[in-house]
């Protein structure tokens, strides 16, 4: 019996298939942007065709399959949403035009001020007011709920989001509201922002409302197109779709809070690295066809930021913080008015393609310079499934080198290394402007195209210890295939550590406890593979952010002596995160969030050990690379990768060709493999 998952990225979508007793493999198929489903349902092909199967037979084997989407990404990136109205308090009309004032975007002078997300014509006012205590201070007056769908039946929305002031308190204006729009606008779907982000900044419920509303249809109609393919070919178990908190949710799930599945595939990747590492701090990079996301584990745990952002615009839901650069192997170079050498963010992505490719892409990119560089072999990408064109990469190249004045080899390294220094930054990002020191942590690279990069940028970073899966090309989709499904219940209720009413508390917990077993429940899973994980938002009292700190529930209830644990665990999280804290000040909780956890048996999805390696490895061959102007081309060796054994030692400088990724060792490191053919790397010195 098998089981997978599905993670389709820019330019291949892959699938990391586990089958019982034989383990782990990894497949691509080529994306098929505007039909992500085909690309979808091509990988699976792919695999039944693999085992000799027909695509019926493989799918009624399929115990589980995982998907990682890029939808409702792809849609927000490229303004492709679907049109959606906002209902707001009277007098709160510029609430997304307003926002926050983004304090990263500080020195941002000269831009244009961005509109906001949902248009002020699709935008209407309600009366009526609760306060912050849950009153009811002005009632609500429906006529204007009405006037409001009639005006927004006329701009043809798709959808309507509504968020109205303190709804997380007491939300009888919200629910009202609801059911006079399904009177006035049937089957359009309605988005409230107490149920969804019950948070009490305003922005940030209603921008998450608002996105949420107007990725609805587009998330519904593929989740409901992706499983009817699935149906008709023969799948009849449950697909699970990968969402941004680290987990997976089933599709109704996902259709009824899209929001949920934004920047999901690149948030299985530090779930794969916590799996494949017991190291408490690791950095994690992702190296696809289009991007190059980071992450990060502290202390073992996930980083959740409450502050993710697209474009000028929050999410407005915490999410596993990954950042994002536009570095990948299909990343175009080009010169800007100044005369520097630029690689992306522009992509070739799948179609055309680098020009390697063959499919029509004229301009130089990443992979066209590895393969100049004699980093990737033109005969063996893809394990051989997918021949390159080097003369087209060549031409491409030296096309570029001209208008920079280098030769086209020297012009191919420089856009190798202006890639490296791009992913380099974003590494920094999320570590030395954090206040975190990058050599303190161990390095998981993940992504097809990353291994050729890793070792330079480890070098540049000081890393010394960095490990390359076997299945680094698919780090993501392994993540999800171990992934647990997961959802998050969340509720306002402010306390502070020397005025902490526990029972209240207690008594929230519960209904938020509750209503994660009842969506376990509805997933499927039986008690006994249920569990619950814990966290709050807090701050110091009149601090203006909060942050997120995790803690434990012994008994399912707080004690009062519990009360100074979580007060320590917050002092203890503001240190990490801003080298400060203040035991002396007052601790202030303001959001409670409970976590409910469906254990699918990924911790049992590993690949088979493999037998110990036989003396030293032998090189299948021997290939000049172009390792900078120092070294120039130098002859070095080249191993296969599925011939190595467990233990198996390689010194660089030297080439290691897996089927789905080329690792390149500089000089002074030295690959190790484990049990599972990972390569652990360290640096001399």
């Not at 989407?69 to 307003?98: F, M, Q, R, Y």
């Not at 798709?158 to 399904?182: F, G, T, Y």
């Not at 893809?382 to 030769?407: H, I, N, S, W």
Request: net charge neutral; with cysteine; proline share 6%.
């Amino acid at each position: 019996m098998f089981a997978g998952c599905i993670d389709i990225g820019g330019t291949f979508t892959d699938l990391i298939l586990y089958e019982r007793g034989k383990g782990l493999e990894i497949m691509k198929s080529p994306t098929t942007p505007g039909e992500f489903e085909r690309g979808f349902m091509d990988v699976l092909a792919l695999a039944a065709k693999s085992r000799g199967l027909s695509l019926g037979d493989f799918l009624a084997k399929l115990e589980l399959l995982v998907h990682g989407t890029t939808v409702s990404t792809n849609a927000l990136v490229e303004g492709k949403v679907a049109a959606a109205g906002l209902l707001c308090n009277a007098g709160h009309p510029d609430i997304l035009t307003l926002r926050e004032a983004p304090r990263k975007r500080a020195f941002l002078t000269k831009i244009d001020y961005p509109e906001p997300y949902i248009p002020r014509k699709f935008t209407c006012e309600v009366r009526g007011r609760i306060d912050a205590m849950g009153n009811e201070i002005e009632p609500l007056v429906e006529a204007d709920v009405v006037a409001a769908a009639k005006h927004l039946k006329t701009c043809n929305v798709a959808a309507v989001a509504v968020s109205l002031l303190w709804s997380i308190v007491n939300p009888k204006h919200e629910l009202r509201v609801r059911e006079i729009l399904q009177e006035e606008l049937p089957g359009i779907p309605v988005t409230l922002s107490h149920e969804l982000n019950p948070v009490p900044r305003e922005y940030r419920r209603t921008i998450s409302t608002a996105i949420n509303a107007s990725l609805y249809p587009i998330v519904g109609a593929y989740v409901s197109k992706l499983d009817q393919a699935l149906r008709a070919a023969g799948y009849k178990n449950e697909l699970l779709i990968a969402n941004c908190v680290g987990g997976m949710m089933p599709p109704d799930e996902i259709i009824a809070r899209p929001i949920y599945s934004v920047m999901s595939g690149p948030t299985l990747a530090p779930i794969a690295a916590m799996q494949l590492t017991t190291d408490p701090n690791v950095i994690v990079v992702d190296m696809g066809g289009t991007t190059f996301d980071v992450s990060a584990l502290r202390d073992r745990q996930l980083v959740i930021t409450p502050e993710a952002t697209f474009g000028m615009d929050m999410l407005g839901i915490p999410k596993i913080d990954v950042r994002s650069v536009g570095a990948g192997g299909g990343s175009i170079a080009w010169v800007d008015a100044g005369g520097l050498i630029k690689v992306g963010p522009q992509s070739a992505a799948a179609k055309p393609g680098p020009a390697c490719y063959g499919k029509g892409g004229t301009e130089a990119t990443v992979t066209d310079a590895n393969v100049v560089l004699g980093i990737i072999d033109p005969d063996y990408f893809l394990g051989g499934q997918m021949k390159l064109d080097r003369a087209k990469a060549e031409t491409a190249v030296e096309r570029f080198a001209k208008k920079v004045r280098l030769g086209t080899v020297e012009a191919a390294y420089a856009i190798y290394t202006t890639s490296n220094h791009n992913m380099i930054g974003a590494v920094e990002d999320i570590t030395v402007n954090e206040g975190i020191d990058p050599r303190d942590s161990y390095l998981v690279s993940g992504g097809g195209a990353t291994a050729c990069h890793i070792g330079e940028m480890a070098q540049i970073l000081g890393i010394k210890r960095f490990m390359i899966p076997r299945f680094a090309a698919g780090l993501s989709a392994y993540g999800g295939l171990i992934s647990d499904v997961r959802w998050e219940e969340a509720a306002t209720l402010h306390e502070t550590h020397v005025d902490f009413a526990v029972e209240r508390t207690n008594a929230l917990i519960d209904r938020l406890r509750a209503r994660g077993r009842a969506f376990l429940d509805r997933a499927g899973f039986p008690r006994a593979r249920q569990r619950f994980e814990y966290a709050y938002q807090g701050r110091y009292l009149y601090q203006s952010w909060d942050i997120e700190v995790p803690f434990t529930l012994p008994g399912d209830r707080l004690t009062e002596a519990d009360v100074p644990r979580l007060a320590a665990a917050f002092h203890q999280m503001h240190e990490r995160i801003y080298t400060i804290k203040d035991e002396n000040d007052v601790v202030e909780f303001t959001t409670w969030k409970v976590r409910a956890v469906g254990d699918t048996g990924g911790a049992d999805r590993r690949g088979v050990d493999l037998p110990k390696q036989q003396g030293a490895p032998s090189p299948k061959s021997r290939r000049k690379v172009y390792l900078g102007p120092k070294q120039g081309f130098l002859e070095i060796p080249v191993y296969q990768g599925d011939g190595l054994g467990s233990g198996a030692r390689i010194d660089g400088p030297a080439i290691i060709e897996e089927p789905t990724t080329t690792i390149l060792l500089l000089r002074g490191q030295s690959a190790v493999t484990d049990a599972h053919r990972n390569y652990l790397v360290e640096l001399a010195g």
